[in-house]
């Protein structure tokens, strides 16, 4: 399954600085993992299987809560049982049509 998941503080008094701070914090959680997964500028990516993504999204958004008592989590998940590599074969396959490298 691939989760696309975007966590971080609902409220920090508007300062910039701490939002990236803690959502920094939520990303390391994330890549130390050792799951597969990609950052941008609005959601982090992850793929594996059910318990173990969750349990990440779960810790990446207990690290955010460390720092903020409300805290706002986006999830969308494709789940598909026994598929692996879809973080990067689904835009490798749309450069193909694009005619780019990937």
């Known amino acids: 399954m691939i989760v696309a998941f975007?966590?971080?503080?609902?409220v920090v008094d508007n300062d910039s600085a701490e939002m990236s701070a803690a959502v920094a914090?939520?990303?390391?959680?994330?890549r130390a993992s050792g799951l597969?997964?990609?950052?941008?500028?609005?959601?982090?990516?992850i793929e594996g299987e059910w318990d173990e993504v969750f349990g990440v999204i779960k810790k990446a958004t207990d690290a955010v809560r460390a720092v903020s008592p409300r805290t706002s989590l986006v999830i969308k998940a494709d789940i598909r049982e026994g598929v692996t590599g879809q973080l990067t074969q689904k835009v490798e396959a749309v450069n193909r049509r694009l005619g780019e490298s990937s």
Do not use: G, H, I
């Open 6 to 10: 975007s966590v971080a503080p609902a």
């Open 25 to 30: 914090e939520a990303v390391r959680v994330v």
């Open 36 to 45: 597969p997964n990609e950052t941008n500028a609005m959601f982090t990516l």
